[in-house]
């Protein structure tokens, strides 16, 4: 079962459990990779770590997808080295890896390892590079954050495509991110929020609070029971 709730910043699809949520937007990636892949033959995804995201994209990587097409854009990076643990890119190419893809995506991984400036202006030029995503794939945190821009950070008003994030409340502290101002360039903007943990979020919301979710503005945000109710 699914319902829709009219809140002023959008419209979220709940769901009546996770997994429905996670098979849900799968579709809805799938399908919006194949259409940028069929109309400009190449797709640019950003996608943030965490586990909604992966699980999305272990479903969407059963499709019948030129793969070879897409490239994935870390939307954040812990400042760690290389082969941490808590590296995001190091998650997505396991992941990548566990699908046995004939032919698989580009990874464009940040330098979040070298030191701050390098790192920064690293990811810098190559999301100038890239260009506009086509679609950003992001996970809401119990916090109400998205990729590494957390609520009431002044990383949130940046204007370059780039951010160095100093002030998060969550180890590490210091990260390096996709702004919101290019995350909001895509067409697709995807979000997930699942659990009982996230329901404060959704109030905050309702009462006008300027989360990094309203400031992202999903044009697709997928929601369960537990985090709505």
């Not at 699914?2 to 699809?13: A, G, Y």
């Not at 992941?95 to 046995?100: D, K, L, M, P, Y």
């Not at 701050?116 to 945190?141: C, H, Q, R, Y």
């Not at 119990?142 to 009431?152: I, R």
Request: charged share 20%; aromatic share 8%; hydrophobic share 40%.
């Amino acid at each position: 079962m699914r319902e829709d709730i009219s809140i002023p910043m959008s419209t979220p699809l709940i769901f009546d459990s996770e997994s429905l949520v996670f098979s849900a937007a799968a579709e809805l990636f799938g399908s919006a990779v194949q259409e940028f892949v069929g109309q400009k033959g190449s797709c640019v995804v950003v996608v943030a770590g965490g586990r909604s995201t992966s699980e999305v994209l272990l479903i969407t990587f059963d499709r019948h997808i030129d793969w070879e097409k897409v490239h994935f854009v870390m939307a954040d990076e812990r400042c760690v080295p290389q082969m941490h643990p808590d590296r995001n890119d190091g998650l997505l190419k396991r992941i990548i890896e566990s699908a046995n893809l004939q032919n698989a995506p580009t990874v464009h991984s940040i330098d979040a390892e070298l030191s701050t400036s390098e790192g920064l202006s690293n990811f810098e030029s190559l999301l100038g590079k890239i260009g506009s995503p086509d679609i950003a794939l992001v996970g809401i945190a119990d916090d109400g954050h998205l990729a590494s821009l957390f609520p009431n950070s002044k990383s949130l008003s940046a204007l370059q495509n780039a951010v160095f994030v100093d002030d998060s409340p969550k180890p590490p502290k210091h990260r390096i991110s996709c702004s919101m101002a290019y995350l909001t360039r895509a067409t697709y903007r995807i979000a997930l929020q699942t659990g009982h943990n996230k329901r404060d979020i959704f109030v905050r919301l309702q009462q006008g609070e300027r989360l990094p979710l309203a400031l992202f503005s999903p044009t697709h945000w997928f929601m369960d029971y537990a985090a709505a109710h």
